[in-house]
């Protein structure tokens, strides 16, 4: 198993930064890649943004490109998702993600975010 501890999430106005952080322990031999998703209420779950453990490259969503940053501290299985420029669409419990060989799919519990206009 692998347990996933997510950090950073609050309340922030239009405009601002958030950093988030999420921890990878347990089974992470074999991690394949790290993520961020995020779910709106009322909405589903969509990708935020991706980065592949071995090579380092990273996958955004359109929504965030140019906005939000993905990086990785590959000893301490830590991604990182700085957040940038901030809009009121983009409050949302943010999910972090764990992919394994298999492929196996790992989810943190959530952070929220919020942005007040």
């Known amino acids: 198993q692998v347990q996933l501890v997510e950090s950073g999430g609050g309340l922030v106005q239009a405009g601002g930064s958030l950093r988030l952080s999420c921890e990878a322990s347990g089974r992470t031999a074999g991690n394949l890649a790290m993520g961020w998703y995020r779910q709106a209420q009322g909405k589903e779950r969509e990708f935020v943004a991706r980065i592949r453990w071995s090579g380092g490259s990273t996958d955004y969503a359109d929504s965030v490109k140019g906005r939000f940053a993905i990086s990785r501290h590959r000893t301490k299985d830590t991604v990182y998702l700085q957040m940038n420029s901030l809009k009121p669409e983009d409050t949302a419990v943010y999910y972090c993600?764990?992919?394994?060989?298999?492929?196996?799919?790992?989810w943190g519990r959530g952070t929220q975010v919020t942005v007040s206009s």
């Open positions: 993600n764990f992919v394994r060989v298999g492929p196996v799919d790992y």
